[in-house]
């Protein structure tokens, strides 16, 4: 069986199956089971494929078939300019989650000099893509998991920033190092009870701990908030990522904890997801 034949025959499988993009996925497990990249594929797309990489393919698009993230298959996932390396330990960057590094390239265009605390660096995708614009920001990110900050490191030396970025295991609420100008957060914030009701790729295999916002979807927006009007500065901005229905009820939040509200921004399908605000 040849290169394009058997991405055909791995792509009407995971459509059958009513996985979401399923040429797309098939061709992306193609360039890991021989490889290669895409460019590969489309110049040898009649290349006949040896038993062993037909096999791996086979056993990628099994894994598929179960619900199992592309990202979590190859290790990796794109994000805004960059590519970036995650683990199913981690969650896997979103497109609606380039509206953050959006907004803050918006918001420092003319900055020279800026210290950034991103509270739950995850992959480290949304800090290590402002120091890759911003070539005068330094960064500090803090997490609860090992394996976040693993990775936020492997990445920052992927894209040669480790000179920028100072990395922390801590706690939300444990953490008192520094005053910062500018604080971004992606925080949990799905309604635990609303988890077994999400997509089977992120309800069986993305990481709760980067999901569950405990019974009001704010447990860990409420934390993320009162520490971040600790350690920034007077008139630092505050960037937080928010679930679709929480706006007023964050912006409640923030206000009692002396922010300004500069905007609310929406995200690809027009939901609310980006609140940008100053402290006063």
């Not at 120091?131 to 500090?140: A, D, I, N, Q, V």
């Not at 492997?154 to 444990?174: E, H, M, P, R, Y």
């Amino acid at each position: 069986m040849n290169i394009n034949s058997a991405i055909i025959h791995g792509a009407k499988v995971l459509k059958d199956n009513l996985i979401k993009n399923p040429y797309l996925d098939s061709e992306i497990l193609m360039t890991m089971a021989i490889e290669k990249d895409r460019k590969y594929i489309l110049l040898n797309s009649k290349r006949n494929l040896d038993k062993e990489d037909l096999n791996t393919f086979q056993k990628l698009i099994k894994k598929r078939l179960i619900g199992k993230p592309v990202a979590y298959l190859t290790n990796k996932k794109f994000f805004w300019n960059s590519e970036f390396a995650v683990s199913d330990k981690i969650l896997i960057p979103r497109p609606d989650t380039e509206l953050v590094i959006e907004k803050v390239l918006d918001l420092t265009a003319n900055k020279k000099k800026l210290n950034i605390l991103e509270i739950g660096i995850g992959s480290g995708c949304i800090l290590l893509s402002i120091l890759k614009e911003r070539k005068s920001f330094y960064g500090t990110g803090i997490d609860i998991c090992k394996s976040c900050l693993k990775i936020s490191k492997l990445n920052a030396i992927k894209l040669k920033l480790t000179s920028k970025l100072k990395l922390f295991k801590s706690n939300v609420d444990k953490f008192n190092l520094g005053k910062y100008d500018l604080i971004i957060s992606n925080p949990p914030y799905i309604k635990n009870f609303k988890l077994k009701y999400l997509e089977k790729d992120v309800a069986k295999f993305e990481p709760k701990l980067a999901l569950d916002g405990g019974l009001d979807g704010l447990t860990a927006i409420r934390k993320v908030i009162k520490k971040s009007s600790e350690l920034i500065k007077k008139n630092g901005r505050f960037v937080l990522e928010i679930g679709f229905d929480q706006k007023n009820k964050v912006i409640s939040l923030l206000k009692k904890e002396g922010f300004y509200i500069n905007s609310i921004n929406k995200d690809l399908a027009n939901n609310d997801r980006c609140i940008v605000c100053t402290k006063i």
